[in-house]
């Protein structure tokens, strides 16, 4: 992993929210319990606390805010060294290796507000445990398939599936990693499908 290389003419950096229309809808909140219990493991603790840190800013500035890096630093409990073998630069890198963050350019990252349900490759990652415990969390979510609230989100979420340009077969297995059920997941790709067509008046 290399470590993300801070200007070294200033001591801000300009945030913007990583705005994703799927993630955005289906993501845990940065400071939510998933993200603490789940995403903890995965990302690291100073990863996790500066997405935490970020979120907040979010609350405040939905579109952008200027990041004093020193302030951060100091408030996630990594200090302030900012050369690239220091914890800022490398906690950076990590956000942006596991997606959580992205350079925009030297000035500027996005960062998103929201994260995904883990995928089966990071639920591996994880102990026994705490893979069982996500089994049962996912399980205890409200909804279930006859659930009219979760199914109304299950085709909502194809349909910003199949806008972004995913295939029927693709956005059902994606719906499936988010831990939908299978039936419910090919019944909103049939919905979005079916709402993706012409009418005759339409195609007339």
Same mark, same amino acid.
């Given at each position: %992993?290399?470590?993300?290389?801070?200007?070294?003419?200033?001591?801000? %950096?300009?945030? &913007?929210?990583?705005?994703?229309?799927?993630? +955005?809808?289906?993501?845990?909140?940065?400071?939510?319990?998933?993200?603490?219990?789940?995403?903890?493991?995965?990302?690291?603790?100073?990863?996790?606390?500066?997405?935490?840190?970020?979120?907040? $800013?979010?609350?405040?500035?939905?579109?952008?805010?200027?990041? +004093?890096?020193? +302030?951060?630093?100091?408030?996630?409990?990594?200090?302030?060294?900012?050369?690239?073998?220091?914890?800022?630069?490398?906690?950076?890198?990590?956000?942006?290796?596991? &997606?959580?963050?992205?350079?925009?350019?030297?000035?500027?990252?996005?960062? &998103?507000? $929201?994260?995904?349900?883990?995928?089966?490759?990071?639920?591996?990652?994880?102990? +026994?445990?705490?893979?069982?415990?996500?089994?049962?969390? %996912?399980?205890?979510?409200?909804?279930?398939?006859?659930?009219?609230?979760?199914?109304?989100? #299950?085709?909502?979420?194809?349909?910003?599936?199949?806008?972004?340009?995913?295939?029927?077969?693709?956005?059902?297995?994606?719906?499936?990693?988010?831990?939908?059920?299978?039936?419910?997941? &090919?019944?909103?790709?049939?919905?979005?499908?079916? $709402?993706?067509?012409?009418?005759? #008046?339409? #195609? %007339?």
């Amino acid at each position: %992993m290399r470590a993300l290389v801070l200007p070294p003419e200033s001591d801000r %950096m300009l945030v &913007r929210p990583w705005v994703d229309p799927v993630l +955005d809808q289906v993501g845990y909140d940065p400071r939510s319990p998933y993200v603490e219990r789940f995403w903890l493991g995965i990302l690291g603790p100073s990863a996790t606390w500066f997405v935490r840190y970020v979120a907040d $800013r979010f609350d405040r500035f939905p579109t952008e805010f200027t990041l +004093d890096l020193k +302030d951060c630093a100091t408030a996630i409990g990594i200090g302030g060294n900012r050369r690239p073998t220091g914890h800022l630069p490398r906690t950076l890198a990590r956000c942006c290796e596991f &997606r959580v963050a992205r350079v925009v350019n030297r000035h500027m990252i996005e960062v &998103r507000s $929201r994260l995904a349900p883990l995928t089966q490759r990071q639920l591996n990652r994880l102990s +026994d445990s705490l893979r069982a415990e996500h089994e049962r969390w %996912m399980a205890d979510a409200p909804g279930a398939a006859h659930n009219e609230v979760l199914a109304d989100r #299950a085709r909502r979420l194809a349909l910003s599936l199949l806008e972004l340009g995913e295939d029927a077969e693709s956005a059902e297995r994606q719906l499936e990693r988010w831990r939908f059920p299978a039936e419910l997941a &090919r019944q909103a790709i049939g919905w979005a499908l079916d $709402r993706g067509r012409p009418t005759v #008046a339409g #195609a %007339m």
